[in-house]
């Protein structure tokens, strides 16, 4: 698998290899239901965004469907741990992509953005997922949005990380440096991460347009996991987590 094989490449190398470093990521415990939650005063843009993870899926079967990301209703981005191994992006109650790709290695990292472009004209680039800079297109299934339509994600309600917002499905594994660009839709090739040596490995995403719903988490405080370092201050409170969560296993660092 061409794409893990980058995940883990992408997680062995020396400090030398990468002109971004990211120093730590968060250790999510299914156990203890941790996750990030912030409920937005005001929506941003509804029809054009950007999300992005840099993951690490622990295998751990204590859920068969742990989310990475979750907001107003059923609008949801997953992974299906136990029956399939594939994400999911959902909205409402329907799948509207979902990749053929498993992701079955489960030892390294995984860069995974997902792009709503409502207001594209080609009705597959509406929903776009990429994995360390492959952009998925075979897919099992699809139910494209109609133009124009409005996402749940990015509405002023609860956003949820690692967590359904029903208060079901905890994430256990690894998260790092989280982007979420609202308004914008950044391909990441060449933008959120680049190719050396035909190895994935992530670019600086300081210098990017946020909008303002945006927000950069790194999880470099652990007594401040939440903390946004966009510039916007739109932090989210950290539930479940103590400052062993905060761990040196990273994209970039290894374990």
Known sequence: NL????????????????????EQ???????????????????????KYTWSVWVKFSGSANNSAPMLWSQSGYSQFYYDQNSTGRIYF?????????????????????????????????EADRI??????????????TAYPSTGTDS?????????????????????GYMAEI??????????VDTLGEFKNSVWIPKDPSG??????GYHLKFENASDLGNDSSGNNNDFTANGF??????????TFGS
């Open 3 to 22: 794409l893990a094989g980058a995940a883990a490449a992408a997680s062995a190398g020396g400090g030398g290899f990468y002109s971004h470093q990211i």
């Open 25 to 47: 990521s968060v250790r999510f415990d299914s156990a203890s239901t941790s996750y990030f939650s912030k409920t937005f005063g005001s929506a941003g843009n509804l029809r």
């Open 90 to 122: 959902s909205h409402t109650t329907s799948k509207y992509i979902e990749p053929a790709m498993a992701f079955r290695d489960l030892s390294g990292w995984y860069h995974i953005v997902s792009i709503w472009d409502s207001d594209n004209s080609t």
């Open 128 to 141: 776009q997922t990429w994995v360390n800079g492959v952009r998925l297109t075979d897919m099992n299934n």
């Open 152 to 172: 749940l994600f990015n509405a002023a309600s609860a956003q949820y990380i690692g967590l359904r917002l029903t208060g079901t499905l905890p994430f256990d």
């Open 179 to 188: 982007v979420f660009l609202d308004g914008a839709v950044a391909s990441p």
């Open 208 to 213: 990017l347009t946020f909008g303002s719903n």
């Open 242 to 251: 103590g400052a062993d969560h905060q761990v040196q296993d990273s994209p």
